[in-house]
């Protein structure tokens, strides 16, 4: 009997991979798959989780502000004032150095020359020790340098930080007028620079986020102002005496 299978017959089915090692490929490559893919879930899932311990821990940040400000107030009777000044109005530092004791650092506001500016050759070297309330851990949306903050308020007439000011020199309701803001360049923690306001000009907040910036008032929630906000409701914001109808819905999320 004799053999119709050819040499090419035989070279062929030789080179042709039976359907168990087609099967076993296919098997490969959709396991290679589901593991690319959990990878990448797995990167994505703990990219959300950094997201939200940072937003709790800004959150948790300005809460402790507005909480600071309110037992400076309870002790003194009055807000700090924005800019510590000497006696020829020279600037010497921020109220963030006059809330340490209210922020749980007592030690380190022991440790400033009150006398001195900020950067006066004793005071610099306190600037690494800058409190974990003013460090900002959106390193994912704004590139912050080392013992800097962009928490801010503003200061001048008609605002909270125009000097001097009590709960009840705020008619306008505490929960209608803005505290703080996170908001502008990055500056050293103790820098004397603050939001200067002015009645007659727009108001520029230069917010760390994408269309928003994120505010507190002394009491309520926090705020979220849009890009978008119409000056008006800006300046009533800003202000804490002017008389002026805020409109629902404009802190947006």
């Known amino acids: 009997m004799s053999d119709d299978t050819g040499p090419d017959d035989t070279v062929s089915n030789a080179a042709r991979p039976s359907s168990s090692r087609r099967r076993t490929g296919r098997r490969i490559a959709l396991i290679a798959g589901i593991v690319a893919l959990g990878g990448i879930g797995y990167l994505l899932a703990g990219a959300i989780h950094r997201a939200r311990e940072d937003a709790h821990k800004s959150h948790c940040n300005l809460g402790q502000f507005r909480l600071a400000f309110q037992n ?18 020279k600037p010497l530092y921020s109220w963030r150095v006059l809330l340490l004791p209210y922020l749980d650092n007592e030690k380190l506001y022991k440790e400033f020359h009150l006398d001195e500016p900020w950067d006066s050759e004793h005071n610099l070297t306190l600037i690494p020790k800058m409190p974990g309330s003013y ?17 801010r308020v503003f200061y001048g007439p008609g605002t909270l930080f125009e000097g001097g000011i009590s709960l009840k020199d705020c008619p306008d309701g505490l929960d209608s007028t803005l505290l703080l ?17 002015h009645p007659d000009r727009p108001i520029h907040l230069q917010g760390i986020f994408h269309k928003r910036t994120r505010g507190i008032t002394l009491e309520g929630g926090y705020k979220y102002l849009p890009d978008d906000l ?3 409701t800006l300046h009533a914001l800003v202000t804490r005496n ?12």
Do not use: C, N
Request: aromatic share 14%; net charge negative.
């Open 72 to 89: 400076y107030v309870h002790d003194y009777g009055e807000l700090p004032p924005a800019i510590v000044s000497d006696s020829d109005g």
């Open 135 to 151: 460090h900002i851990d959106w390193k994912w949306v704004v590139d912050v340098p080392p013992h800097h903050t962009v928490y």
């Open 181 to 197: 803001v996170e908001a502008g360049d990055p500056i050293p923690w103790s820098m004397p620079e603050d939001f200067k306001y």
């Open 230 to 232: 119409p000056q008006s």
């Open 242 to 253: 002017g008389g002026e109808t805020i409109p629902d819905g404009w802190s947006k999320r």
